[in-house]
């Protein structure tokens, strides 16, 4: 090991050059690497989500969970699995063998066993919705909002406009809204009127079902040119509604919805309450994409929070649940940890050694810290708690064995040897405790 040391002790310029390389490469890599609270990890969690309105839990339970389990049996690679069968929803929890060879292949065959059911209810809408479960599926940020003044409709029309400025926002994955209610068309069928006009609920259903269409009819060709037919029949509003015809007569009498139904349009009702601030409000999750920085689209957010406050002064705003802020002040820590490591040992060493010395030995942070950031993106890794924690306690590291180190070289020159054997020999001494 002593012509290793020596090779860089008398070659003190290429050290310096390699010195200064390493942080100047970390510094060049620093803006490029993500920042996020956790590292990105599969946590081998499957979770499938069905939903059947209008079902009891026996009726989710035979016509889907236990179809969809059956198939799951044959499975390799899956550790266990809960089912959840509950009125309208049924809910799989899938655990993956945590040693499984490849754990994307046997997500693959849970695809594909439940892609080959047929049985499923004829007016089951969608099929069974998988979603893998990782780290980075966890929302950034929950934004609220609420009014006293405006109504429900008034409200939910900013937030409509606020949930398509989120999803704009570059890094963000998907927006969750909760107290954000899809727009109904309710109609109040008449039963006097129904036995009046002689229309049965069916023939209602009918008409509202057989009418608000849209389909392709072909294709046609005009001089050459293809156009494709398209019968577009949707209702758009409640006069489309109101206006489709139950029933006519070779007279033209007409019989429309309105002659035997109110039709108004409405919100669904909530099966969840978003209260912001004691407010009936609207509230939204945000979550980012894996590769996103989760400083940069938390302050994004934040800032378009502030430029609705302003834009509508009426409106309450509340964030809550930031999980940027976890790193930040980890990323405080550091820095703070860093800089006054910088200024104890400089003080220390420069009172008991010398100011060459300490310099030296304080070098060492930066270099250790930007070295570790320039690693950083070939290993595909960020910025994040687990991250900066390794960092802090490093830094501690660093800087006791840069001490060590100094003192010991310190201590053969004093006994009377020349700087470059002092400086090999104090190292042999003690790098292997150091390591």
């Known amino acids: 090991m002593n012509k290793i040391f020596s090779y860089f002790v008398k070659r003190h310029m290429f050290a310096n050059v390699l010195t200064i390389m390493i942080i100047l490469l970390g510094l060049a890599v620093l803006p490029s690497i993500n920042r996020d609270t956790f590292p990105s990890v599969d946590l081998d969690e499957v979770v499938m989500v069905t939903n059947y309105p209008g079902s ?29 069968s509950i009125e309208n929803v049924s809910l799989i929890s899938i ?3 945590s040693d499984a060879d490849d754990p994307d292949e046997v997500k693959d065959k849970i695809r594909e066993q439940v892609d080959s059911i047929t049985d499923f ?46 999803e704009e926002i570059k890094g ?9 209610l899809a727009k109904e068309m309710r109609i109040t069928p ?67 919805v309105s002659d035997v139904a109110v039709v108004r349009l409405g919100f669904e009702d909530p099966t969840i309450l978003s209260k912001v601030s004691g407010e009936n409000g609207i509230s939204f999750n945000v979550i980012k994409n894996s590769s996103a920085d989760i400083i940069t689209v938390s302050n994004k957010i934040l800032d378009l929070v502030k430029i ?61 810290v930007m070295g570790v950031f320039f690693l950083m993106p070939p290993l595909d890794m960020t910025i994040n708690i687990i991250s900066l924690l390794a960092l802090i306690i490093v830094i501690g590291i660093i800087v006791d064995d840069g001490i060590i180190v100094a003192e010991n070289i310190a201590k053969f020159r004093e006994e009377g040897l020349s700087n470059i054997e002092s400086s090999v020999q104090g190292i042999q001494t003690v790098f292997k405790p150091v390591i």
Do not use: C, H
Request: proline letters at 3%; charged letters at 25%.
């Open 172 to 180: 963000v994955n998907s927006v969750d809204g909760y107290g954000y």
């Open 121 to 166: 209810p004829q007016d089951l809408e969608n099929r069974p919705d998988i979603t893998e479960i990782s780290s980075s599926s966890f929302p950034v940020l929950e934004v609220g909002l609420s009014s006293k003044d405006l109504t429900y409709s008034q409200l939910r029309n900013i937030a409509k406009s606020f949930k398509n400025d989120l």
């Open 308 to 368: 609705y406050q302003e834009k509508y002064p009426e409106l309450t705003f509340v964030t809550a649940n930031d999980f940027s802020k976890y790193l930040k002040n980890r990323l405080k820590v550091m820095i703070n940890n860093g800089i006054l490591g910088l200024i104890l040992v400089n003080l220390v060493l420069w009172f008991f050694l010398d100011l060459r010395t300490a310099f030296w030995v304080s070098l060492g942070i930066p270099v250790a």
């Open 190 to 256: 008449s039963p006097d009127l129904l036995e009046y006009y002689q229309v049965s609920m069916m023939d209602l259903i009918s008409t509202i079902s057989g009418q608000n269409i849209r389909a392709s009819m072909g294709n046609i060709v005009q001089r050459g040119i293809s156009s494709t037919i398209v019968n577009d029949n949707r209702f758009l509003n409640e006069k489309d509604v109101s206006n489709a015809i139950v029933r006519s007569n070779f007279n033209g009498k007409n019989i429309r």
């Open 56 to 84: 009891s839990p026996e009726d989710i339970e035979l016509k889907i969970t236990n179809k969809i389990e059956d198939k799951l049996k044959g499975i390799e690679g899956i550790k266990k699995y809960t089912s959840f």
């Open 95 to 97: 655990i993956l063998e």
